[in-house]
């Protein structure tokens, strides 16, 4: 049987009865990194195989997996939190349904729901999206696809990327709600929460793993652009003056505004 466990995220006691039965239990455990994980391991007594589970040997060790899994019960590990969860182990996941090999899921903690909760905003309906690209322009890009989404949004970010992160969002979402928690369970846990220039105007400590949460967009009023459009030129604004204004305030492209703007000089 392979078992895909959950450690801790911060603090080494959150970890389950289960969990800590089940790597004593197996043969072999593949870790994200063996050094990181004997801590968790040497707290609990366990010795076992190790053997080293990572994003850059995913496709090669699933297959030594498998092949181990024929003879021996194997645990899934990552240095933190759930595995697949931004973590290895999807790659596995899928070999193994199309291979019709068993396996099952050994939960416990989880950084994105945590920050969930400490966020206070709506829990109802979410969507958990992890790392956005580390490129400024392909995570712009991934922010522009996302801002109208009506669910709260949950992001994973590394330290020396979280205020260019911010401030993207700034420019892309608009001054929204937020909460930035950082260091979840551990000694120096905190959370921040505000609109998203005062989160940046505030002294962010740029260490440990951060989750923003951030509050879903507002549903949109079903307005006739053209028809504002149209209100303001005939009102006496400028061509010019009405783009920009309307752009701004509905955050619309200036290009498609001064095409409809061509269409009502033609009226």
Do not use: W
Request: hydrophobic share 40%; aromatic share 8%; glycine share 4%.
């Amino acid at each position: 049987m392979i078992y895909f466990c959950a450690t801790p995220i911060g603090n080494i006691e959150d970890i389950s009865l289960r969990a800590i039965e089940t790597l004593k239990s197996v043969d072999i455990i593949a870790c994200e990194d063996t050094r990181v994980s004997l801590k968790l391991l040497n707290k609990y007594g366990i010795k076992k195989k190790l053997i080293s589970y990572h994003k850059f040997n995913e496709a090669q060790v699933s297959e030594e997996i498998i092949k181990l899994a024929r003879e021996n019960d194997i645990a899934i590990i990552s240095d933190a939190g759930m595995p697949v969860i931004s973590d290895p182990g999807e790659v596995l996941i899928k070999k193994l349904i199309e291979e019709e090999i068993e396996f099952t899921v050994v939960p416990g903690a989880n950084a994105g729901l945590s920050a969930l909760l400490l966020s206070g905003l709506d829990s109802e309906h979410f969507l958990f999206y992890g790392f956005l690209e580390q490129k400024a322009s392909a995570r712009k890009k991934e922010l522009e696809s996302l801002k109208d989404f009506p669910f709260t949004l949950i992001f994973y970010e590394s330290p020396h990327r979280v205020k260019s992160m911010l401030e993207d969002l700034l420019d892309i979402f608009g001054d929204r709600q937020i909460s930035v928690s950082r260091e979840i369970t551990k000694l120096f846990e905190e959370t921040k929460r505000g609109k998203v220039r005062e989160i940046l105007a505030s002294e962010i400590k740029e260490k440990g793993e951060f989750v923003i949460v951030v509050d879903k967009a507002e549903e949109k009023e079903e307005v006739n652009i053209q028809e504002i459009l149209r209100d303001r030129i005939n009102s006496g604004m400028k061509k010019s003056q009405a783009v920009k204004e309307i752009a701004k305030e509905y955050n619309i492209s200036k290009n498609e505004l001064y095409k409809m703007s061509l269409e009502v000089q033609d009226e």
